[in-house]
């Protein structure tokens, strides 16, 4: 290993996802070209690199990294570009000129060792040196942090949260015990915790590494929406992660359940095991919603009868049986589930329920899981809709820096009436802590389409609540007249009795276009780009969405984005454009926002309205890009402009293109969907169903008839470890006597 030491006089490339960079190092004698990941890197600082010289067959000679070390500069003109450079927090330019003027070559030493002296510098005073020290000190330890952890594939966002976490601490941490990674630090998971542990000789059997491992296992089970796993299945499955014996896992359970990790309780043969925030959400629902449901509610003393007939005198409607069922049910009843698929009048039902409470002096609260589906709910009531994160008033407790929900048992949602849309996507964890802020007396309506997919978190709410039996559930069956012109709504429920679809009906909505192999991808492109615009007058941006069951190969949601992209958004002299890794920001480009984030701030344009959150499944629009700020601006709803620095950009995906678990809660004017090859839990039936249900005018299949037919007949929708429906049922028998079993 050679070492080579100098000023960095220009920065060629930096990737600011994985801190890959490309820089000119010149000292005295050269001026050479480095390359390896040195994400903090600077122009002007002064740095000492090892590593080896290496050719490359197009940019010849260059020095590869291993590691690197910023060194104090010593030339008035290195220490200049290093305090001007930005890193230092509380000096800029101006500021920089004049601390040299006044300590020269000792300026590095001063800010170090005397910063009290930095006083003597006009416009410094004592908070302005407290912040140049304390960055200044920073800047040094997350240095080290990143250099010792980037060999590990940790990127430099999850060095500043280690940093942030432990300190100058971080490094005898991870020294010690680096699974404490993987338990205290969001993002960083067992496998980079692991392969860190091996680099420093822990030894397989350690304790630490094989709660870990368990643990690990039982996260990726929720990940994949199982609340808990048998033990009959989670030790092979540990086993494997560890490679372990399986005495060593069952000794390991044992003792997490001692130390209230997690819970384990006796289901007939065999032990269930859960995460004891799932365990305490699967109980809190079971005890919520007979909670909910055993109050006897207040008599409103309303003629039913005659307020539907109001209702359908002044809208112009006629309500079905099961319709007129859902209104009594939830008014005299209280708590209530109305399911339907499209068509069935779920909407008129809510929107005539809603009338009658209003009209009856109740405060009525409409909710949806995503910021799409409660939009729409608000399009189809005329009423405002809020998500349940903003009904819950998610924030920051006073004493933590953790988002909480602000509304619970002790300050309750004050409503007389809370209507929740979508239901199938509310996983377990969320709807407990939407029940528990629900004050008893308060009449629950809870809406949704069980033949959806389930929710992506843990659980499967909807469809557990409708089979325990134990809440009253009204089924809207009838498709109305005017649905059933749709071949959208009449193939939709086809999808579900697994009968063969009409397709290419003259002057009707479903389409299928036949193509094999490498012809899907271009026709794709062509009808979004050219002749679904040209033949229908839409908007290819706006109204088309194109979905895809999975994520990789040729039709899947990546590759799709970037073909899409180079036909719907080409590049362009005056749009600005920014590369980062695999993928291009364009100006122009449709986005979606992938990660609820409650903090985010939006502002309108001109800055007459402002607010916070912006949510897991968003659709917005790349409106301007600042390279000199490393900045993207994205503008959503047509008028929530949003700003994301470079290294945040992991909230962000384009969205030419999505899955169709990510379109749940959504609608849109044409959807366009591949119809290919892939594994066969992504071909259900269930999948195709809530892909289809998501068009609201045109519906377009493009692929192989072999693997529609076969996602028809596949109704093996991935089954998962939920235990609602038993625990339902067991606490309606022992009443509200569950008391004492409050976690």
Same mark, same amino acid.
């Given at each position: ?51 080896? @010289? ?547 701030? @939006? ?73 290919? @090859? ?66």
């Amino acid at each position: 290993m050679e070492k080579l030491e100098g000023m960095i006089s220009d920065i060629v490339f930096k990737n600011e996802e994985n801190g890959y960079t490309i820089a000119y190092l010149a000292n005295e004698d050269e001026e050479v070209t480095i390359v390896g990941c040195m994400p903090t890197l600077s122009v002007g600082e002064s740095i000492e690199v090892e590593g080896k @010289w290496v050719t490359h067959k197009t940019y010849g000679t260059q020095f590869e990294v291993s590691s690197f070390m910023p060194v104090t500069p010593s030339s008035l003109e290195g220490i200049y570009a290093y305090l001007s450079s930005g890193m230092i927090h509380g000096i800029g330019e101006k500021m920089a000129l004049r601390i040299i003027e006044k300590f020269g070559v000792d300026t590095l030493d001063v800010i170090q060792n005397t910063p009290e002296r930095l006083k003597e510098v006009e416009g410094i005073g004592a908070k302005k040196i407290k912040q140049i020290t304390e960055s200044y000190e920073e800047n040094r330890e997350l240095r080290n942090i990143i250099m010792q952890l980037s060999p590990y594939g940790i990127t430099p966002n999850y060095c500043l949260k280690i940093y942030k976490k432990y300190k100058d601490k971080a490094i005898s941490v991870i020294n010690k015990n680096p699974y404490k990674l993987a338990e205290d630090i969001r993002g960083i998971g067992f496998r980079v915790a692991d392969d860190i542990a091996k680099k420093l000789g822990i030894d397989k059997y350690s304790k630490d590494r094989i709660f870990q491992g368990i643990l690990y296992t039982l996260n990726q089970s929720t990940s994949n929406g199982n609340t808990y796993l048998p033990l009959s299945v989670l030790i092979p499955q540990a086993v494997k992660v560890l490679d372990v014996e399986a005495e060593h896992i069952k000794e390991g359970v044992i003792e997490l359940a001692y130390t209230q990790k997690i819970h384990v309780e006796k289901d007939n043969n065999d032990i269930n095991v859960y995460l004891m925030p799932y365990y305490m959400a699967e109980n809190g629902v079971c005890r919520e919603m007979i909670r909910l449901s055993q109050v006897d509610f207040e008599d409103l003393k309303i003629n039913i009868k005659h307020e539907i007939k109001m209702i359908e005198k002044e809208d112009g409607i006629k309500l079905a049986q099961n319709q007129v069922m859902a209104v009594k049910e939830a008014i005299e009843q209280g708590v209530v589930i109305i399911t339907g698929g499209p068509g069935t009048g779920k909407t008129t039902t809510i929107n005539t329920i809603i009338k009658v409470f209003e009209n009856n002096d109740q405060k009525v609260i409409l909710a949806a899981p995503t910021g799409r589906a409660a939009k729409r709910m608000s399009e189809t009531s005329n009423k405002e809709a809020k998500t349940i994160h903003r009904l819950l008033e998610m924030g920051f407790g006073m004493d933590s820096d953790e988002l909480t929900f602000m509304k619970n048992e002790e300050d309750p949602i004050d409503a007389d009436v809370v209507i929740l849309d979508e239901v199938s996507m509310v996983d377990v964890v969320l709807m407990y802590s939407l029940l528990r802020a629900i004050k008893s007396g308060t009449r629950l309506l809870i809406v949704g389409d069980s033949d959806q997919l389930p929710s992506v978190g843990a659980g499967n709410v909807l469809k557990d609540l409708i089979d325990s039996e134990v809440i009253n559930t009204v089924r809207l069956n009838e498709i109305f007249r005017q649905a059933q012109e749709s071949m959208i709504v009449v193939n939709a429920h086809k999808i579900n009795k697994g009968e063969p679809l009409k397709l290419n009906v003259k002057g009707k909505d479903f389409f299928f276009i036949k193509k094999e192999g490498d012809d899907i991808l271009p026709e794709i492109v062509g009808i979004v780009s050219e002749r679904l615009p040209k033949f229908y007058g839409v908007d290819k941006l706006k109204d088309i969405q194109v979905l895809s069951p999975m994520r990789k190969g040729n039709l899947g949601v990546n590759n799709l984005n970037i073909e899409l992209q180079k036909s719907l958004n080409p590049p362009n002299k005056y749009k600005t454009e920014e590369a980062f890794a695999k993928r291009t920001f364009r100006v122009g480009d449709k986005v979606m926002q992938i990660k609820n984030n409650y903090t985010r701030k @939006w502002k309108t344009e001109d800055g007459s309205n402002s607010g916070h959150g912006i949510y897991n499944g968003d659709i917005g629009y790349i409106y301007y890009i600042d390279k000199e700020k490393k900045e993207i601006f994205v503008i959503f709803d047509g008028m929530k402009i949003v700003t994301y620095k470079y290294d945040e950009l992991d909230e962000l995906d384009h969205s030419f293109c999505t899955t169709i678990h990510k379109s749940q809660g959504s609608e849109f004017p044409i959807v366009v969907i591949p119809m290919t @090859w892939a594994p066969p839990m992504l071909l259900s039936r269930n999948l195709l169903y809530t892909a289809v249900t998501r068009a609201k005018k045109q519906v377009v299949l493009v692929g192989d008839v072999k693997y529609l037919e076969f996602m028809i007949k596949n109704n093996r929708s991935s089954d998962r470890y939920s235990n609602l429906a038993v625990k339902l049922n067991k606490f309606k028998k022992e009443g509200l006597l569950i008391e004492n079993d409050k976690e």
